[in-house]
């Protein structure tokens, strides 16, 4: 059986990320968070993103406002997006510093960076963090769970799964997902496997040429 780490995108949410954080914390799994960077403007929400640095869980740059994916825009924006959500993070984004670009529904490709991206992210010592198992917790909030479990069950290399701290009523059964693994005897990580990383404290990895596209012409 596969290892499995978890992550959580597109918070903080006052109302949903604290719900997540405490039962993390009961059931002793990490797992980490990559925040919005517009959402860190509302003082709830940085309050819960600075609790979750404070019990261990690691905070991610998720790009500023989640819009287009970074490879289908300049690279003057594509950069924007990220040197203005790790201002807004500050010290929450270290020492990790690390980055999870938006695939439009979690599509992976060349879409996610651009080469401009890319190489400030290579510069600035960046982890890019990328994922192997959706179970499309932000569209299916009822039915993700079961997904979810299959996902885990069928992998044949460590999973990275993402999750989402929204305000859709899809948290309220990660107690019961979380339980099943755990009955199951499933190992969560802390550190994502080396798979899901294309760039890795500034080092280009294997993998990095299928996640960028060039920059659109000017």
């Known amino acids: 059986?596969?290892?499995l780490c978890l992550t959580f995108d597109n918070g903080p949410e006052p109302e949903v990320t604290p719900g997540v954080l405490d039962t993390l914390r009961r059931r002793r799994i990490p797992a980490t968070f990559f925040v919005v960077g517009e959402k860190l403007h509302d003082p709830r929400a940085r309050a819960v993103a600075e609790r979750a640095r404070a019990?261990?869980?690691?905070?991610?740059n998720h790009t500023l406002s989640h819009g287009t994916p970074l490879g289908?825009?300049?690279?003057?924006?594509?950069?924007?997006?990220?040197?203005?959500?790790?201002?807004?993070?500050g010290p929450l984004r270290e020492p990790e510093r690390l980055f999870r670009p938006n695939g439009g529904g979690?599509?992976?490709?060349?879409?996610?960076?651009?080469?401009?991206?890319?190489?400030?992210?290579?510069?600035?010592g960046h982890t890019v963090v990328l994922w192997n198992a959706i179970p499309r917790d932000f569209a299916d909030p009822e039915g993700w769970p079961e997904r979810a479990l299959a996902q885990q069950a069928a992998a044949t290399a460590p999973v990275l799964m993402v999750l989402h701290d929204l305000p859709n009523g899809a948290m309220r059964h990660l107690d019961r997902v979380l339980g099943t693994w755990q009955d199951r005897g499933v190992a969560f990580l802390a550190v994502p496997p080396e798979a899901c990383l294309p760039i890795r404290a500034g080092r280009p990895m294997p993998g990095l040429a299928d996640c960028v596209s060039e920059d659109p012409a000017a």
């Open 106 to 124: 979690g599509a992976l490709g060349p879409h996610l960076l651009n080469r401009s991206a890319a190489r400030h992210l290579q510069a600035g």
């Open 55 to 60: 019990e261990g869980f690691p905070v991610g």
């Open 1 to 3: 059986m596969q290892p």
């Open 72 to 89: 289908r825009r300049g690279g003057a924006e594509a950069v924007a997006e990220i040197a203005r959500c790790d201002d807004l993070l």
